[in-house]
């Protein structure tokens, strides 16, 4: 089994709509997590962090359920620009430890 | 301010042939960072750098892979002799130092083995 788990995807979605990722880890010693974006033959970059209580970055938010091990991401009024592959990571024990990925590929 | 650089960004080569990677980190930049991703999944680590020093190898397959970070700055990783199943991209990327602090990636060495 994979330390962090992710919906294998892709989603296809219209312009506007609302989409959720989630997103399971094994490990209960990881300490933080995060969300990173990657673009089709570019590099990951941070998109933003996770946070038990919840964090919003304008159209985004993200979700942290310690007790579940379980982690979301949902992006509101989709964006043609927002396709991408979406890669949920945890951090542990000094390293980033990647999901595979979902992709995410939003139509007009 | 420039970001982590990667060279070459593509390489094409037979089996059984050596290949090497560079990567120059973003600067003062004390910790780097070597990942491979293969198709349809997350990149993994392979070896993590703190200054000049390998803190983390575990992933380094050792038999085939090599690396080196001279000076504590500029890296290169190694692949001697090449497998088919070592067709991927190699990542590098470099964070401030060791910690939580935001790693950045390069743009990738995309690695055919033929």
Known sequence: RKE???????????????????????????????WYRQDCRKEPKLLMSVYSSGNEDGRFTAQLNRASQ???????????????????????GGKLIFGQGTELSVKP | EAGVVQSPRYKIIEKKQPVAFWCNPISGHNTLYWYLQN????????????????????????????AERLKGVDST????????????????????SAGLETQYFGPGTRLLVL
């Open chain 1, 4 to 34: 962090v788990e992710q919906d294998p995807g892709p989603f296809n979605v219209p312009e506007g709509a609302t989409v959720a990722f989630n997103c399971t880890y094994s490990n209960s010693a990881s300490q933080s997590f995060f």
């Open chain 2, 39 to 66: 198709l349809g999944q997350g990149p993994e680590l392979l070896i993590r750098y703190e200054n000049e020093e390998a803190v983390d190898d575990s992933q380094l397959p050792k038999d085939r892979f090599s």
């Open chain 1, 70 to 92: 379980y982690i979301s991401l949902l992006i509101r009024d989709s964006k043609l620009s927002d396709s991408a592959t979406y890669l949920c990571v945890a951090y542990q």
């Open chain 2, 77 to 96: 990783l190694k692949i001697q002799p090449a497998e088919l199943g070592d067709s991927a991209v190699y990542l590098c990327a470099s964070s401030l």
